[in-house]
Protein backbone atom coordinates (compact mmCIF):
# COMPACT_ATOMS: atom_id res chain seq x y z
CA UNK A 1 0.00 0.00 0.00
CA UNK A 2 2.62 2.28 1.14
CA UNK A 3 4.85 1.04 -2.29
CA UNK A 4 1.85 2.05 -4.49
CA UNK A 5 1.12 5.78 -2.90
CA UNK A 6 4.56 5.75 -2.82
CA UNK A 7 4.61 5.33 -7.15
CA UNK A 8 1.57 7.46 -7.63
CA UNK A 9 3.78 10.07 -5.65
CA UNK A 10 6.88 9.63 -8.44
CA UNK A 11 4.56 10.03 -11.14
CA UNK A 12 2.54 13.14 -10.08
CA UNK A 13 6.48 14.34 -9.12
CA UNK A 14 7.37 13.45 -12.76
CA UNK A 15 4.71 15.23 -14.44
CA UNK A 16 4.99 17.98 -11.96
CA UNK A 17 8.42 18.62 -13.06
CA UNK A 18 7.58 18.56 -16.95
CA UNK A 19 4.77 21.45 -15.88
CA UNK A 20 7.28 24.04 -14.46
CA UNK A 21 10.24 25.83 -15.59
CA UNK A 22 10.99 28.70 -17.09
CA UNK A 23 8.56 27.50 -20.23
CA UNK A 24 5.72 26.84 -18.63
CA UNK A 25 3.62 24.00 -20.06
CA UNK A 26 0.56 23.23 -18.79
CA UNK A 27 -0.79 19.31 -18.79
CA UNK A 28 -2.92 19.25 -21.63
CA UNK A 29 0.29 20.73 -23.25
CA UNK A 30 2.23 18.18 -22.66
CA UNK A 31 0.07 15.98 -23.93
CA UNK A 32 -0.64 17.47 -26.91
CA UNK A 33 3.31 17.69 -27.57
CA UNK A 34 4.15 14.17 -26.47
CA UNK A 35 0.92 13.14 -28.88
CA UNK A 36 2.19 15.29 -31.37
CA UNK A 37 5.92 13.94 -30.97
CA UNK A 38 4.88 10.42 -31.79
CA UNK A 39 1.87 10.16 -33.53
CA UNK A 40 2.16 14.01 -35.43
CA UNK A 41 3.28 15.13 -38.39
CA UNK A 42 7.06 15.28 -37.11
CA UNK A 43 8.01 19.27 -37.45
CA UNK A 44 9.08 20.21 -34.27
CA UNK A 45 7.97 23.26 -32.47
CA UNK A 46 9.91 24.97 -29.87
CA UNK A 47 8.09 23.44 -26.84
CA UNK A 48 8.61 19.99 -28.02
CA UNK A 49 12.35 20.87 -28.38
CA UNK A 50 12.18 21.58 -24.86
CA UNK A 51 10.35 18.99 -23.64
CA UNK A 52 12.63 16.02 -25.31
CA UNK A 53 15.87 17.35 -25.32
CA UNK A 54 16.07 19.18 -22.58
CA UNK A 55 13.65 18.77 -20.17
CA UNK A 56 13.07 15.10 -20.28
CA UNK A 57 16.79 13.87 -19.94
CA UNK A 58 17.22 16.18 -16.86
CA UNK A 59 14.04 15.16 -15.22
CA UNK A 60 15.50 11.25 -15.81
CA UNK A 61 18.67 12.23 -14.85
CA UNK A 62 17.13 13.93 -11.43
CA UNK A 63 15.36 10.71 -10.60
CA UNK A 64 18.02 8.26 -11.59
CA UNK A 65 21.11 10.20 -9.49
CA UNK A 66 18.43 10.33 -6.61
CA UNK A 67 17.71 7.06 -6.62
CA UNK A 68 21.08 5.37 -7.05
CA UNK A 69 22.60 7.72 -4.48
CA UNK A 70 20.07 6.97 -1.78
CA UNK A 71 20.10 3.20 -3.15
CA UNK A 72 23.53 2.77 -2.36
CA UNK A 73 23.71 5.12 1.08
CA UNK A 74 21.13 2.73 2.48
CA UNK A 75 23.29 -0.44 1.58
CA UNK A 76 26.74 0.92 3.02
CA UNK A 77 24.77 1.86 6.46
CA UNK A 78 23.40 -1.69 6.09
CA UNK A 79 27.15 -2.96 5.36
CA UNK A 80 28.63 -1.13 7.88
CA UNK A 81 26.26 -1.43 10.49
CA UNK A 82 26.41 2.58 11.02
CA UNK A 83 23.27 4.72 10.65
CA UNK A 84 25.42 7.17 9.92
CA UNK A 85 27.45 6.08 6.71
CA UNK A 86 26.83 7.68 3.21
CA UNK A 87 27.58 6.33 0.21
CA UNK A 88 30.91 8.29 -0.33
CA UNK A 89 32.54 6.89 3.12
CA UNK A 90 35.65 4.76 0.47
CA UNK A 91 36.32 7.78 -1.35
CA UNK A 92 33.97 7.44 -4.71
CA UNK A 93 32.44 11.29 -4.46
CA UNK A 94 36.84 12.51 -3.37
CA UNK A 95 37.96 10.00 -6.77
CA UNK A 96 35.22 11.57 -9.22
CA UNK A 97 35.51 15.04 -8.05
CA UNK A 98 39.47 14.63 -8.76
CA UNK A 99 39.07 13.20 -12.29
CA UNK A 100 36.30 15.49 -13.19
CA UNK A 101 38.80 18.73 -11.97
CA UNK A 102 41.28 17.14 -13.86
CA UNK A 103 39.61 16.60 -17.02
CA UNK A 104 38.42 19.94 -16.93
CA UNK A 105 42.18 21.35 -15.67
CA UNK A 106 43.25 19.83 -19.38
CA UNK A 107 40.19 21.38 -20.97
CA UNK A 108 38.97 18.07 -21.98
CA UNK A 109 35.05 17.45 -23.70
CA UNK A 110 32.24 16.90 -21.42
CA UNK A 111 32.11 13.31 -21.84
CA UNK A 112 35.74 12.78 -21.19
CA UNK A 113 34.90 14.78 -17.93
CA UNK A 114 32.09 12.26 -17.09
CA UNK A 115 34.20 9.47 -17.92
CA UNK A 116 37.54 10.40 -15.77
CA UNK A 117 35.14 11.80 -13.03
CA UNK A 118 33.39 7.53 -13.28
CA UNK A 119 37.11 6.18 -13.68
CA UNK A 120 38.76 8.14 -10.96
CA UNK A 121 35.86 7.43 -8.64
CA UNK A 122 35.82 3.70 -9.20
CA UNK A 123 39.56 3.90 -8.26
CA UNK A 124 39.39 5.46 -5.27
CA UNK A 125 37.14 2.79 -4.03
CA UNK A 126 39.39 -0.01 -5.16
CA UNK A 127 42.41 1.21 -3.51
CA UNK A 128 40.56 1.73 -0.27
CA UNK A 129 39.57 -1.83 -0.57
CA UNK A 130 42.94 -2.63 -1.21
CA UNK A 131 44.60 -0.76 1.45
CA UNK A 132 42.26 -2.49 3.62
CA UNK A 133 43.14 -5.44 2.80
CA UNK A 134 46.68 -4.39 3.64
CA UNK A 135 46.12 -3.18 6.92
CA UNK A 136 44.27 -6.52 7.91
CA UNK A 137 42.76 -4.84 10.48
CA UNK A 138 38.72 -5.03 11.06
CA UNK A 139 36.82 -5.75 7.89
CA UNK A 140 34.33 -2.59 8.34
CA UNK A 141 36.26 -0.01 10.76
CA UNK A 142 39.50 -0.88 8.90
CA UNK A 143 37.55 0.08 5.33
CA UNK A 144 35.94 3.33 6.23
CA UNK A 145 39.47 4.57 7.51
CA UNK A 146 41.12 3.46 4.11
CA UNK A 147 38.34 5.33 2.71
CA UNK A 148 38.97 8.51 4.64
CA UNK A 149 42.76 8.38 3.79
CA UNK A 150 41.97 7.75 -0.01
CA UNK A 151 38.68 10.78 0.27
CA UNK A 152 41.16 12.81 1.83
CA UNK A 153 44.46 12.00 -1.06
CA UNK A 154 41.86 12.66 -3.65
CA UNK A 155 40.60 15.53 -1.86
CA UNK A 156 43.73 17.41 -1.58
CA UNK A 157 45.00 16.75 -5.13
CA UNK A 158 41.54 18.89 -6.48
CA UNK A 159 42.75 21.31 -4.22
CA UNK A 160 46.17 21.48 -5.85
CA UNK A 161 43.94 21.44 -9.67
CA UNK A 162 41.98 24.58 -7.96
CA UNK A 163 44.94 26.12 -7.39
CA UNK A 164 46.86 25.54 -10.47
CA UNK A 165 44.13 26.65 -12.39
CA UNK A 166 43.83 29.38 -14.51
CA UNK A 167 41.22 31.69 -12.48
CA UNK A 168 39.75 33.01 -15.49
CA UNK A 169 37.71 30.40 -17.06
CA UNK A 170 38.67 26.59 -15.54
CA UNK A 171 38.82 27.82 -11.81
CA UNK A 172 34.98 28.94 -11.95
CA UNK A 173 34.62 25.27 -14.59
CA UNK A 174 35.78 23.43 -11.40
CA UNK A 175 34.02 25.41 -8.81
CA UNK A 176 30.48 24.77 -10.43
CA UNK A 177 31.32 21.71 -11.36
CA UNK A 178 32.23 20.36 -7.75
CA UNK A 179 28.67 22.51 -6.46
CA UNK A 180 26.53 19.91 -8.66
CA UNK A 181 23.96 20.55 -10.91
CA UNK A 182 22.26 18.71 -13.61
CA UNK A 183 21.39 21.93 -15.59
CA UNK A 184 23.92 20.16 -18.53
CA UNK A 185 22.53 16.69 -18.49
CA UNK A 186 21.74 15.49 -22.32
CA UNK A 187 20.68 12.02 -23.49
CA UNK A 188 24.27 10.87 -24.44
CA UNK A 189 25.56 11.63 -20.82
CA UNK A 190 22.34 10.20 -19.33
CA UNK A 191 22.73 6.58 -21.33
CA UNK A 192 26.32 6.71 -20.79
CA UNK A 193 25.47 7.06 -16.91
CA UNK A 194 22.14 4.46 -17.05
CA UNK A 195 24.44 1.38 -18.00
CA UNK A 196 26.66 1.18 -14.93
CA UNK A 197 24.54 2.43 -12.45
CA UNK A 198 22.05 -0.46 -13.65
CA UNK A 199 24.49 -3.19 -13.46
CA UNK A 200 24.93 -1.96 -9.92
CA UNK A 201 21.25 -1.97 -9.24
CA UNK A 202 20.76 -5.20 -10.18
CA UNK A 203 22.80 -6.85 -7.97
CA UNK A 204 22.78 -4.60 -4.71
CA UNK A 205 18.17 -5.52 -5.20
CA UNK A 206 19.40 -9.25 -4.89
CA UNK A 207 21.29 -9.44 -1.99
CA UNK A 208 18.64 -6.89 -0.16
CA UNK A 209 17.75 -9.49 2.27
CA UNK A 210 21.23 -10.31 3.12
CA UNK A 211 22.27 -6.82 4.00
CA UNK A 212 19.89 -7.70 6.94
CA UNK A 213 22.26 -10.31 8.21
CA UNK A 214 25.22 -8.63 7.81
CA UNK A 215 23.95 -5.94 10.05
CA UNK A 216 23.78 -8.34 13.23
CA UNK A 217 27.90 -8.09 12.71
CA UNK A 218 30.69 -10.33 10.66
CA UNK A 219 30.80 -13.23 13.27
CA UNK A 220 26.80 -13.82 13.39
CA UNK A 221 26.69 -13.59 9.49
CA UNK A 222 28.87 -16.16 8.61
CA UNK A 223 27.57 -18.43 11.37
CA UNK A 224 23.90 -17.37 10.07
CA UNK A 225 25.69 -19.18 6.79
CA UNK A 226 26.91 -16.11 4.95
CA UNK A 227 29.97 -15.66 2.89
CA UNK A 228 30.58 -12.37 4.29
CA UNK A 229 33.92 -11.27 2.12
CA UNK A 230 31.72 -12.17 -1.34
CA UNK A 231 28.87 -10.04 0.03
CA UNK A 232 30.97 -7.24 1.33
CA UNK A 233 32.89 -7.10 -2.00
CA UNK A 234 29.37 -7.82 -4.22
CA UNK A 235 28.27 -4.67 -2.36
CA UNK A 236 31.05 -2.41 -2.54
CA UNK A 237 31.55 -2.81 -6.00
CA UNK A 238 27.68 -2.34 -7.32
CA UNK A 239 27.23 0.47 -4.67
CA UNK A 240 30.26 2.19 -6.31
CA UNK A 241 29.75 2.03 -9.61
CA UNK A 242 26.15 3.86 -9.03
CA UNK A 243 27.88 6.65 -6.92
CA UNK A 244 30.65 6.98 -9.32
CA UNK A 245 28.35 6.74 -12.47
CA UNK A 246 25.89 9.57 -10.78
CA UNK A 247 28.33 11.69 -9.38
CA UNK A 248 29.76 11.61 -13.20
CA UNK A 249 26.94 13.65 -14.44
CA UNK A 250 25.70 15.67 -11.63
CA UNK A 251 29.13 16.44 -9.63
CA UNK A 252 29.19 16.66 -5.95
CA UNK A 253 25.78 16.21 -4.58
CA UNK A 254 25.60 15.66 -0.91
CA UNK A 255 23.11 14.19 2.08
CA UNK A 256 20.82 12.28 -0.57
CA UNK A 257 22.64 9.29 0.33
CA UNK A 258 22.15 10.05 4.06
CA UNK A 259 19.10 11.42 4.61
CA UNK A 260 16.80 9.39 2.39
CA UNK A 261 17.29 5.76 4.06
CA UNK A 262 16.23 7.55 7.48
CA UNK A 263 13.51 8.66 5.64
CA UNK A 264 12.75 5.08 4.48
CA UNK A 265 13.27 3.80 7.09
CA UNK A 266 10.82 5.55 9.13
CA UNK A 267 8.56 5.12 6.83
CA UNK A 268 9.00 1.34 6.04
CA UNK A 269 10.84 -0.14 8.93
CA UNK A 270 14.73 -1.46 9.06
CA UNK A 271 14.23 -4.48 6.75
CA UNK A 272 15.92 -4.46 3.57
CA UNK A 273 13.58 -6.50 1.28
CA UNK A 274 11.22 -3.40 1.55
CA UNK A 275 13.01 -0.85 2.63
CA UNK A 276 15.49 -0.47 -0.78
CA UNK A 277 12.78 -0.47 -2.81
CA UNK A 278 11.34 2.42 -0.98
CA UNK A 279 14.68 4.56 -0.92
CA UNK A 280 15.12 3.73 -4.09
CA UNK A 281 11.71 5.64 -4.93
CA UNK A 282 11.85 8.21 -2.43
CA UNK A 283 15.67 9.21 -3.50
CA UNK A 284 14.28 9.22 -7.18
CA UNK A 285 11.28 11.59 -5.95
CA UNK A 286 13.30 13.94 -3.37
CA UNK A 287 15.91 14.87 -6.35
CA UNK A 288 13.60 15.68 -8.86
CA UNK A 289 12.20 17.99 -6.65
CA UNK A 290 15.12 19.38 -5.17
CA UNK A 291 16.67 20.17 -8.78
CA UNK A 292 13.01 21.52 -9.76
CA UNK A 293 13.66 23.81 -6.96
CA UNK A 294 17.38 24.55 -8.24
CA UNK A 295 15.83 25.22 -11.81
CA UNK A 296 12.89 27.89 -10.53
CA UNK A 297 13.90 29.62 -7.58
CA UNK A 298 15.93 32.20 -9.43
CA UNK A 299 16.50 33.58 -12.39
CA UNK A 300 19.86 32.01 -12.44
CA UNK A 301 20.42 28.36 -11.91
CA UNK A 302 20.93 27.41 -7.84
CA UNK A 303 23.90 24.60 -7.87
CA UNK A 304 22.14 21.42 -6.67
CA UNK A 305 24.27 20.49 -4.44
CA UNK A 306 24.09 23.80 -2.17
CA UNK A 307 20.46 22.73 -2.31
CA UNK A 308 20.60 19.46 -1.11
CA UNK A 309 23.01 19.74 1.71
CA UNK A 310 20.63 23.07 2.69
CA UNK A 311 17.54 21.07 2.39
CA UNK A 312 19.18 18.03 3.84
CA UNK A 313 20.58 19.01 7.05
CA UNK A 314 17.16 20.39 8.35
CA UNK A 315 15.48 17.54 7.38
CA UNK A 316 17.97 14.95 8.50
CA UNK A 317 17.50 16.42 12.29
CA UNK A 318 13.82 16.51 11.86
CA UNK A 319 14.04 12.57 10.87
CA UNK A 320 16.77 12.18 13.30
CA UNK A 321 15.13 12.95 16.09
CA UNK A 322 11.67 11.18 15.35
CA UNK A 323 13.61 8.06 14.26
CA UNK A 324 16.13 7.50 17.03
CA UNK A 325 14.70 5.54 19.03
CA UNK A 326 16.46 1.90 19.18
CA UNK A 327 19.60 2.32 17.20
CA UNK A 328 21.54 3.00 19.78
CA UNK B 1 28.68 -35.39 16.73
CA UNK B 2 30.90 -32.41 17.31
CA UNK B 3 34.64 -33.67 18.04
CA UNK B 4 37.14 -31.18 19.15
CA UNK B 5 40.56 -32.82 18.09
CA UNK B 6 43.83 -31.60 19.76
CA UNK B 7 43.10 -28.07 18.94
CA UNK B 8 45.84 -25.68 19.54
CA UNK B 9 45.25 -21.79 18.32
CA UNK B 10 48.62 -19.18 18.98
CA UNK B 11 47.94 -15.70 18.27
CA UNK B 12 51.05 -14.23 17.20
CA UNK B 13 53.72 -15.96 19.33
CA UNK B 14 51.06 -16.25 22.61
CA UNK B 15 49.76 -19.89 22.23
CA UNK B 16 46.13 -19.32 23.24
CA UNK B 17 44.74 -22.87 23.08
CA UNK B 18 46.77 -25.79 23.92
CA UNK B 19 45.69 -28.97 22.75
CA UNK B 20 42.50 -28.96 23.83
CA UNK B 21 40.47 -32.47 22.81
CA UNK B 22 36.59 -33.29 23.62
CA UNK B 23 33.93 -34.72 22.03
CA UNK B 24 30.29 -33.91 22.49
CA UNK B 25 27.48 -36.64 21.36
CA UNK B 26 23.82 -36.01 20.20
CA UNK B 27 21.39 -34.60 22.80
CA UNK B 28 24.55 -33.86 25.42
CA UNK B 29 24.55 -30.40 26.93
CA UNK B 30 28.70 -29.85 27.60
CA UNK B 31 29.22 -26.78 29.56
CA UNK B 32 32.83 -25.00 28.91
CA UNK B 33 33.84 -23.27 32.47
CA UNK B 34 37.16 -21.11 33.15
CA UNK B 35 38.07 -17.78 34.43
CA UNK B 36 38.07 -15.38 32.26
CA UNK B 37 41.16 -15.54 30.00
CA UNK B 38 41.29 -19.16 29.50
CA UNK B 39 40.38 -19.15 26.16
CA UNK B 40 36.79 -19.60 25.79
CA UNK B 41 35.83 -17.67 23.30
CA UNK B 42 38.74 -18.46 21.58
CA UNK B 43 37.64 -22.22 21.54
CA UNK B 44 34.06 -21.03 20.45
CA UNK B 45 35.47 -18.83 17.14
CA UNK B 46 37.60 -21.75 16.58
CA UNK B 47 34.41 -24.65 16.50
CA UNK B 48 32.11 -22.24 14.87
CA UNK B 49 34.80 -21.74 11.80
CA UNK B 50 35.52 -18.37 12.83
CA UNK B 51 39.39 -18.51 13.37
CA UNK B 52 41.31 -21.62 11.83
CA UNK B 53 43.29 -23.84 14.33
CA UNK B 54 47.05 -23.65 14.38
CA UNK B 55 46.76 -27.49 14.81
CA UNK B 56 44.44 -30.17 15.43
CA UNK B 57 41.32 -30.02 14.03
CA UNK B 58 37.27 -29.16 14.77
CA UNK B 59 35.03 -32.18 13.25
CA UNK B 60 31.17 -32.45 12.79
CA UNK B 61 30.19 -35.95 11.89
CA UNK B 62 33.61 -36.75 10.62
CA UNK B 63 33.57 -33.15 8.44
CA UNK B 64 36.16 -30.67 9.20
CA UNK B 65 34.60 -27.64 9.92
CA UNK B 66 37.34 -25.36 8.55
CA UNK B 67 36.28 -26.85 5.48
CA UNK B 68 32.76 -26.32 5.14
CA UNK B 69 31.16 -23.65 3.57
CA UNK B 70 29.55 -21.11 5.62
CA UNK B 71 26.28 -21.99 4.13
CA UNK B 72 26.79 -25.77 4.73
CA UNK B 73 27.75 -25.23 8.29
CA UNK B 74 25.10 -22.68 9.16
CA UNK B 75 23.07 -25.77 8.12
CA UNK B 76 24.40 -28.04 11.14
CA UNK B 77 25.25 -25.44 13.55
CA UNK B 78 23.71 -22.64 14.64
CA UNK B 79 25.22 -19.99 16.92
CA UNK B 80 23.52 -17.86 20.22
CA UNK B 81 26.08 -15.06 20.98
CA UNK B 82 25.46 -12.87 23.79
CA UNK B 83 22.55 -10.47 23.58
CA UNK B 84 22.70 -7.19 22.13
CA UNK B 85 21.74 -4.31 20.11
CA UNK B 86 22.04 -4.30 16.28
CA UNK B 87 21.93 -0.70 15.23
CA UNK B 88 18.48 -1.02 13.28
CA UNK B 89 15.52 -1.30 15.02
CA UNK B 90 14.55 -4.93 12.83
CA UNK B 91 10.77 -6.70 13.96
CA UNK B 92 11.92 -10.19 16.25
CA UNK B 93 10.43 -12.03 13.16
CA UNK B 94 12.17 -10.45 10.50
CA UNK B 95 15.70 -11.44 13.29
CA UNK B 96 13.75 -15.12 13.87
CA UNK B 97 13.80 -15.35 9.92
CA UNK B 98 17.14 -14.19 9.20
CA UNK B 99 18.07 -18.24 10.65
CA UNK B 100 16.67 -19.21 7.54
CA UNK B 101 19.72 -17.52 5.68
CA UNK B 102 22.00 -20.66 5.12
CA UNK B 103 18.92 -22.21 3.61
CA UNK B 104 18.23 -19.71 0.73
CA UNK B 105 19.71 -19.83 -2.96
CA UNK B 106 21.87 -17.41 -3.08
CA UNK B 107 19.97 -14.13 -3.98
CA UNK B 108 16.36 -15.24 -2.95
CA UNK B 109 14.35 -14.02 0.19
CA UNK B 110 12.95 -16.39 2.30
CA UNK B 111 9.40 -17.66 0.86
CA UNK B 112 6.80 -19.17 2.71
CA UNK B 113 8.32 -22.41 4.19
CA UNK B 114 10.82 -20.08 5.58
CA UNK B 115 8.10 -18.20 7.45
CA UNK B 116 6.31 -21.06 9.30
CA UNK B 117 9.55 -22.26 10.78
CA UNK B 118 10.52 -18.81 12.02
CA UNK B 119 6.90 -19.20 13.09
CA UNK B 120 7.33 -22.33 14.94
CA UNK B 121 10.83 -21.80 16.49
CA UNK B 122 9.04 -19.04 18.17
CA UNK B 123 6.46 -20.97 19.34
CA UNK B 124 8.56 -23.46 21.19
CA UNK B 125 10.27 -20.59 22.96
CA UNK B 126 6.70 -19.38 24.52
CA UNK B 127 7.49 -15.93 22.64
CA UNK B 128 5.38 -16.00 19.61
CA UNK B 129 3.44 -12.88 21.41
CA UNK B 130 6.65 -10.41 20.55
CA UNK B 131 6.61 -11.76 16.61
CA UNK B 132 5.47 -8.34 16.02
CA UNK B 133 7.83 -6.22 18.96
CA UNK B 134 10.70 -4.08 17.61
CA UNK B 135 14.02 -6.04 18.80
CA UNK B 136 15.89 -3.35 20.21
CA UNK B 137 13.17 -2.34 22.69
CA UNK B 138 12.50 -6.04 24.43
CA UNK B 139 14.15 -6.51 27.44
CA UNK B 140 17.81 -8.14 27.86
CA UNK B 141 15.85 -11.84 28.53
CA UNK B 142 13.53 -11.69 25.53
CA UNK B 143 16.28 -11.24 23.37
CA UNK B 144 18.23 -14.20 24.66
CA UNK B 145 15.03 -16.15 23.92
CA UNK B 146 14.69 -14.31 20.31
CA UNK B 147 18.21 -15.41 19.34
CA UNK B 148 17.92 -18.72 20.54
CA UNK B 149 14.65 -18.79 18.26
CA UNK B 150 16.93 -17.57 15.30
CA UNK B 151 19.33 -20.56 16.39
CA UNK B 152 16.02 -23.23 16.22
CA UNK B 153 15.25 -21.32 12.60
CA UNK B 154 18.08 -22.52 11.36
CA UNK B 155 17.34 -26.04 12.23
CA UNK B 156 20.97 -27.34 13.36
CA UNK B 157 22.24 -30.50 14.93
CA UNK B 158 24.38 -28.51 17.11
CA UNK B 159 24.26 -25.04 19.15
CA UNK B 160 26.88 -23.49 20.11
CA UNK B 161 26.04 -20.71 22.88
CA UNK B 162 28.29 -18.04 24.68
CA UNK B 163 27.10 -17.41 28.15
CA UNK B 164 24.20 -16.76 26.93
CA UNK B 165 22.80 -15.76 30.60
CA UNK B 166 25.88 -13.11 30.77
CA UNK B 167 23.77 -9.53 31.04
CA UNK B 168 20.39 -11.23 31.91
CA UNK B 169 18.84 -10.85 36.03
CA UNK B 170 18.87 -13.58 37.93
CA UNK B 171 14.93 -14.62 37.16
CA UNK B 172 16.00 -14.42 33.36
CA UNK B 173 18.80 -16.81 33.90
CA UNK B 174 17.37 -19.95 34.64
CA UNK B 175 14.90 -19.30 32.14
CA UNK B 176 17.02 -19.29 29.53
CA UNK B 177 19.09 -22.23 31.07
CA UNK B 178 15.41 -24.35 31.31
CA UNK B 179 14.72 -23.85 27.86
CA UNK B 180 18.62 -24.85 26.76
CA UNK B 181 17.90 -27.92 29.01
CA UNK B 182 14.74 -29.00 27.41
CA UNK B 183 16.32 -28.40 24.04
CA UNK B 184 19.21 -30.90 24.26
CA UNK B 185 16.24 -33.09 25.85
CA UNK B 186 15.36 -32.98 22.50
CA UNK B 187 17.98 -34.06 20.53
CA UNK B 188 20.31 -30.95 20.03
CA UNK B 189 24.02 -31.17 20.47
CA UNK B 190 24.57 -28.27 22.64
CA UNK B 191 27.91 -26.42 23.64
CA UNK B 192 27.64 -23.73 26.47
CA UNK B 193 30.36 -21.76 27.75
CA UNK B 194 29.30 -20.40 31.44
CA UNK B 195 31.40 -18.75 33.87
CA UNK B 196 28.82 -19.49 36.78
CA UNK B 197 29.91 -22.99 38.19
CA UNK B 198 26.27 -23.31 39.38
CA UNK B 199 24.73 -23.32 35.42
CA UNK B 200 26.44 -25.90 34.75
CA UNK B 201 25.37 -27.98 37.76
CA UNK B 202 21.84 -26.75 36.99
CA UNK B 203 21.46 -28.03 33.43
CA UNK B 204 24.83 -30.08 31.96
CA UNK B 205 25.41 -33.58 31.16
CA UNK B 206 29.11 -33.05 30.75
CA UNK B 207 31.49 -30.02 31.99
CA UNK B 208 35.41 -29.40 30.71
CA UNK B 209 37.09 -26.88 32.35
CA UNK B 210 39.51 -24.65 31.01
CA UNK B 211 42.41 -22.73 32.53
CA UNK B 212 45.37 -20.58 30.58
CA UNK B 213 44.21 -22.51 27.42
CA UNK B 214 44.55 -25.79 28.67
CA UNK B 215 42.34 -28.35 29.43
CA UNK B 216 42.04 -29.33 33.03
CA UNK B 217 39.22 -31.94 33.70
CA UNK B 218 36.23 -33.57 31.42
CA UNK B 219 33.18 -35.64 32.89
CA UNK B 220 29.91 -35.03 34.45
CA UNK B 221 29.38 -32.03 36.57
CA UNK B 222 28.57 -33.76 40.42
CA UNK B 223 32.04 -34.51 39.87
CA UNK B 224 34.33 -31.83 38.11
CA UNK B 225 32.82 -28.88 40.40
CA UNK B 226 34.17 -29.65 43.86
CA UNK B 227 35.06 -27.49 46.05
CA UNK B 228 38.91 -28.19 45.25
CA UNK B 229 38.61 -27.91 41.85
CA UNK B 230 36.71 -24.59 41.75
CA UNK B 231 39.52 -23.62 44.10
CA UNK B 232 42.42 -24.13 41.68
CA UNK B 233 40.26 -22.31 39.01
CA UNK B 234 39.11 -19.32 40.44
CA UNK B 235 41.23 -18.99 43.52
CA UNK B 236 38.64 -18.42 46.10
CA UNK B 237 37.08 -20.80 48.61
CA UNK B 238 33.91 -22.18 47.14
CA UNK B 239 31.62 -24.49 49.15
CA UNK B 240 29.28 -26.91 47.62
CA UNK B 241 25.86 -28.07 48.67
CA UNK B 242 22.69 -30.35 47.14
CA UNK B 243 19.11 -29.82 47.30
CA UNK B 244 16.76 -31.39 45.85
CA UNK B 245 13.90 -29.21 42.96
CA UNK B 246 10.36 -29.55 43.66
CA UNK B 247 10.26 -32.66 40.32
CA UNK B 248 12.12 -34.41 42.14
CA UNK B 249 15.83 -33.49 40.63
CA UNK B 250 18.82 -33.51 42.62
CA UNK B 251 21.16 -30.62 42.17
CA UNK B 252 24.34 -29.06 43.75
CA UNK B 253 24.69 -25.24 44.45
CA UNK B 254 28.17 -23.82 44.31
CA UNK B 255 28.93 -21.00 46.19
CA UNK B 256 31.98 -18.77 46.40
CA UNK B 257 32.90 -17.63 49.31
CA UNK B 258 35.98 -15.94 49.77
CA UNK B 259 38.07 -15.34 52.99
CA UNK B 260 38.31 -12.02 53.46
CA UNK B 261 42.08 -10.56 53.26
CA UNK B 262 43.71 -7.48 55.54
CA UNK B 263 40.67 -6.95 57.54
Known amino acids: ?328 | MLEIKNVSYSYGKSEILHEISFKVEKGELMCVLGPNGCGKTTLLKNILGLLTPSAGSVLIDGDEVQKLSQKKLAQVMGYIPQAHTPPFPFKVFDVVLMGRTAYLSSLAIPNKKDEEIAQEALAKLNITHLKDSIYTKISGGERQLVLIARALAQQPKILIMDEPTSSLDFGKQTIVLEHVRLLARKGISILMVTHDPGHALFCADKVVTLKKGRLLELGIPQDVISEDSMRAMYNTEVKIDRMQLPDGRIICVCVAVPKPTGI
Open chain 1, 1 to 328: MKKFLLILLLIAAFLFSFAIGRYAISLPQLWSILYGHYFGSGAETNLETVVFNIRLPRIFAAMLVGAALSTAGAAYQGMFKNPLVSPDILGASAGAGFGACLAIYYSQSGFVIQLSAFLFGFVAVLLAYLINIKLDYDPTVGLVLSGILISTLFSSGTGALKYFADANDKLPAITFWLMGSLSSVDKGDLFSALIPITLGFIPLFLVRWRLNVLAFGEDEARTLGINTNRLRLIVVLSSTLVTAASVSISGMVGWIGLVIPHLARAIVGPNYRTLLPVTFILGAIYLLLVDDLARCLGSVEVPLGILTSLIGVPFFILIFKNNVRGWK
